[in-house]
């Protein structure tokens, strides 16, 4: 091992990075496939259903997946921060 104790502050901070991305990368994606889906000609009750579900449920899900690593991101910088300022003490 390298000796290394507590945490390599760069690293995480590429990670905060990161997730921040692919948060943003869900999101375009959800909002993709939303445009399409609104702009597919398709009538009736299983058009209707599809897009509730689509709507209430999938688009949800993936916006809350967006947020808890927009979360993620944040508790990571946090610590990022926590631990440059007690390694400058």
Known sequence: MSGLTGMD???VRTL????????????TIASALTGQLDGTQ???????????????????????VAGALRDASTRASNNANQQEQASAS
């Open 42 to 64: 398709w009538l009736g009750s299983d058009a209707d259903g599809f897009r509730n579900d689509w709507l209430n449920t999938h688009r949800t899900q993936l916006q809350n």
């Open 16 to 27: 905060a990075n990161q997730l921040n991305a692919k948060a943003d990368e869900i999101e």
């Open 9 to 11: 502050i760069s690293a």
